[in-house]
Every structure is written in C-alpha cells, then in structure tokens.
C-alpha cells in the first residue's frame, strides 16, 4: 500500500508541477544540442552542433560564454556524406582524457555514423581526431546512428544512440570508450506516428539509471510548425540496469512507447530539447537543453541554451 501510495504521490507531483523558468545565460548562448562539462580548474565548456562542432568555455554555467573554436576544424576523417557539417556532440571525461562523439550524417538520411575526437585539456588546436567507433548505420539497419551519448557504469562503457526509425539503442564499448565492443541492442521505442524519439542521455542518480529523450519535432519552427504538442519536448524513463527496461512514472515500458514528460513548451520556452543532464558542483544535477524564446524567434539560428536544477525527492525528474 505504501508502494502504491508513493507513486501515487510522484504521478501527481509531476501532473501538477509548473516549470521553472531557464536558469541565465550571456555571452554566446545560441546553441544547438548543447553538451558540458567542467574541467578540473572549475573552466565550464559547452560544446554544440555546427562550425565542425563549436565550443565556448565560462566561468559560470551562467556565463558569461566566450566562443574558443572548432573541435575539428578540418572535418571528420569518417568517408560520410556530412563528414564536414559535424552534430550532435557529447562530451565525457575518460581517466583524465575528454573525449568528444559526434555525429557524421546529413538531415533525413539513415547513411550516418559516429566519430571521436579526444583532448587532454580541451584547449583550441589539441583534439585529436580518431574517427570511426564502430557505430554506424545504413538503410539495412534498423536505427540511424546519430545523437550518440557515453555511459560510465562502474568502469563498463555504454554508447546510447539513435533517431527515428526504431528510436533508441545502446552498444557496448571497449575499456577505452573509444571502440564498439559488440552490437547494439533496443532500449526504447515509441510505435506510434513517424517515431520522433532521439537525443538520449544516460544519467544515473540514487539507485534508478534515468534515460532522458527528446521527442517530437525539433526544427523548422520558422517556417512551419507542428501541431501543439507535437514539437520537442523532453521526457524520461528509468530503470534498476544501465541496460534496459525502462519504464515511465506509470510502468509502461520506454520499449512500447512509455515516457513521462520532463520538460515542454511553456510561457516563452518553446520546443525544449537537445538535453543532457550535468552534476554542477554548487546546483546539483541540472538538466541543460537548446529552446526557442518566442519573444525573440523560431528561427533554429536563435535557439538559446537553457538550462534548470533538477529535484530526483519523488524519485522522478522535476524542474
């Protein structure tokens, strides 16, 4: 009965709940699937798609953001289509390296692939481009090898991925993270429409493994919007295993289209997505995101970095 109850209790405390509004941010806060990190001397970088993936470094999460350059300037050495036009970044420190995974693809094509570019101190001009990790996808596979993001469980490293098609996988990597170690596998999947699920990130809090997604429709917002409700918004699952078997606040499994709502458009904030979590030594973990403030525009060129402190007390993401 108490089981029952507590859930009860975070069911309504997420139906009920009113977003907070984006924490600040000056400086170069237009981004597009933002990734952040700290280094060791407190430097926050955030890194984004575009400009073979642009970076910024500041002081505060806060800003204000100061553009230092390209991760890889000269492109991916992946033979993709895209291998110049580089999304999607996720950034990770592995024993003391940061390692950096990026997208190589073009809009709406399953051709695509992940690379990895690595730093020992994330200055301009010291990545090293080390290309392919192995996971790649075509028309014969059943997901599109984008928005890749790296899980440290304990030493075993998992690569979460995908977009469309059959939504969310993960594989696992080699003792260096840099390598697929075998093949992946489905961890989540909405059946419903044309599967606009993609974006995941792995974030383990307490005792729950929590997967965190972007659905919906991200782009284009200047020219033609969705139906309301019907673009980006961020949603999560969790699970007792890095692995699988996710499920929503209500129990319905993230493999059958379960997923329950973190963050979506309200006020000003318009299509939130993009997301990765981040464990800020004076907010805790906070839930950073790209959105578009419809004061400003819908253009992609004008999404913002967002970012919010996340409360895990109903042992769900509130922000």
């Known amino acids: 009965m108490y089981t029952l109850c507590a859930a009860a209790i975070s069911l309504l405390v997420l139906q009920v709940h009113g977003y907070a509004n984006p924490g600040s941010c000056s400086g170069a806060c237009n981004v597009h699937d933002p990734g952040l990190i700290q280094r060791d001397d407190g430097v926050y970088f955030r890194f984004s798609t575009g400009n073979k993936i642009s970076y910024a470094q500041s002081s505060s999460i806060e800003g ?33 390296v940061y390692h950096v995974y990026y997208t190589v693809s073009t809009s709406g094509s399953q051709d695509s692939a992940i690379g990895l570019a690595t730093s020992d101190t994330m200055d301009e001009g010291s990545w090293t481009d080390h290309g392919a990790t192995g996971v790649s996808s075509s028309s014969s596979k059943s997901y599109n090898a984008i928005d890749a993001n790296l899980f440290n469980d304990d030493g075993t490293y998992y690569l979460t991925f995908g977009s ?62 969705p139906a309301t409700g019907d673009e980006y918004k961020i949603k999560v ?37 993009g997301q990765g979590v981040f464990t800020d030594p004076d907010l805790g973990p906070v839930l950073y995101y790209h959105y578009v403030d419809t004061t400003i525009g819908y253009a992609d060129n004008q999404k913002l970095f967002g970012w919010n402190a996340i409360d895990f007390s109903s042992g769900w993401p509130v922000v």
């Open 64 to 96: 204000p953001w100061t553009a230092v350059g390209s991760v890889v300037p000269d492109g991916s050495s992946i033979d993709k289509a895209g291998n110049d036009d580089l999304w999607a970044p996720d950034v990770q420190n592995v024993n003391g």
């Open 164 to 225: 469309f098609w059959q939504d969310i996988f993960q594989a696992p990597l080699n003792s260096a993270a840099t390598k697929a170690a075998s093949s992946s596998y489905n961890i989540a999947f909405d059946p419903n429409g044309d599967h606009s699920v993609e974006g995941a990130y792995l974030y383990k809090y307490g005792d729950y493994y929590y997967l965190f997604y972007s659905a919906g429709a991200c782009c284009g917002y200047d020219t033609s919007r």
């Open 237 to 273: 699952c969790r699970s007792s295993s890095a692995t699988g078997d996710f499920v929503d606040a209500t129990g319905t499994a993230c493999t059958a289209g379960g997923g329950t709502v973190v963050l979506e458009s309200h006020d000003n904030v318009y299509g939130p997505g």
